[in-house]
């Protein structure tokens, strides 16, 4: 068997010519349109895309306990196309057309008022796009979003062609962590809510072992040393979505600041990345077709490297 790739390593879908016409044909013909380009495109992708697709039918086994069919993965490929041509809409045209609830928007608003900033922690799951609608009814609240432009390029420079002051509002994570860090303190001093994702570790990032879905998988501890090192109330949020036009957006408080004790560093990530992962299962059973981790999520998390984790530790502080 080959050896599994890092997530970093997979080529990005399609090529930006690609991009760029499924975009216009999307924007030209409308989201009715669009939606009929879904079909070919995912069975497209499904038969080109070995990878993703091992990826899939090992994923989906975890979930359901037993091997998928082969129409329960294009289900899958389906929805990750759906969320991502919704992308195009929700940036060129914000909530028009779609149907989004709010759940736990009143603990949300009660921390955006307080002034201090708020770190919003997602996953690869439906669309985390779906949190520009907040912004579009909360127009006050500033949402800055930690983003690797690096990873699809072409994707988004395209999509921040159709918003740019959303891609200008990104904070870059390829830039690495210190910027990171100190884009988003600034960004909390001013009162704003910073959002990001957190299933997902770069190939030289800090990772640890967590149990997700019944075997022991590597999850990026540098989200949690972020929280540790802006000391803002953190919230778990989801942009679950529903089919059709429909979105969910859930917002779940999930500490009034991250305290990480120099002496006992190692379990209090345990313990922050273990709930993090309940809850992370938890969705993840509720919308199985919903995640959107395209590589062997569960393969072993490389060795600790000491310059690595005291760099992560320097970056934090």
């Known amino acids: 068997m080959s050896e599994a790739?890092?997530?970093?390593?997979?080529?990005?879908g399609g090529g930006r010519f690609a991009i760029w016409l499924i975009r216009t044909l999307a924007l030209l013909g409308g989201r009715r349109f669009g939606r009929l380009l879904l079909y070919p495109v995912t069975l497209y992708f499904f038969l080109r895309r070995g990878t993703e697709r091992r990826a899939s039918r090992q994923y989906l086994?975890?979930?359901?306990?037993?091997p998928?069919?082969?129409g329960e993965m294009l289900r899958q490929f389906h929805a990750f196309a759906a969320t991502s041509l919704d992308r195009i809409y929700l940036l060129?045209?914000?909530e028009r057309g779609f149907r989004i609830e709010i759940e736990g928007l009143p603990e949300l608003e009660r921390r955006i008022a307080e002034g201090r900033g708020v770190l919003l922690v997602g996953s690869h799951q439906g669309s985390f796009e779906a949190l520009r609608a907040l912004s579009a009814r909360r127009p006050d609240a500033t949402l800055r979003v930690v983003l690797d432009k690096g990873k699809t390029p072409a994707m988004t420079e395209l999509l921040e062609e159709l918003a740019p002051d959303v891609g200008a509002a990104v904070i870059d994570a390829s830039q690495g962590g210190a910027s990171v860090v100190l884009a988003a303190a600034e960004a909390c001093r001013q009162g704003a809510m910073v959002a990001l994702l957190a299933d997902r570790a770069g190939e030289q990032e800090a990772q640890r072992t967590v149990e997700f879905l019944g075997a022991p998988a590597p999850l990026p501890v540098g989200p949690w040393l972020l929280a540790n090192a802006l000391q803002v109330p953190v919230l778990l949020c989801f942009g679950?979505?529903?089919?059709?036009?429909?979105?969910?957006?859930?917002?779940?408080?999930?500490?009034?600041?991250?305290a990480i004790p120099?002496?006992?560093?190692?379990?209090?990530?345990?313990?922050l990345l273990a709930r993090y992962a309940a809850r992370l299962e938890h969705y993840v059973r509720a919308l199985p077709y919903n995640w959107f981790n395209f590589h062997d999520f569960w393969q072993p998390a490389p060795a600790a490297d000491t310059g690595a984790h005291a760099a992560h530790r320097r970056d934090a502080e």
């Open 92 to 94: 060129a045209h914000g």
């Open 240 to 258: 679950l979505y529903l089919g059709g036009n429909r979105y969910r957006l859930v917002f779940e408080p999930f500490a009034e600041r991250v």
């Open 68 to 70: 998928p069919g082969v």
């Open 5 to 12: 790739l890092h997530w970093r390593q997979q080529r990005e």
């Open 262 to 271: 120099r002496d006992s560093r190692g379990p209090a990530l345990d313990a």
């Open 61 to 66: 086994a975890r979930v359901f306990g037993r």
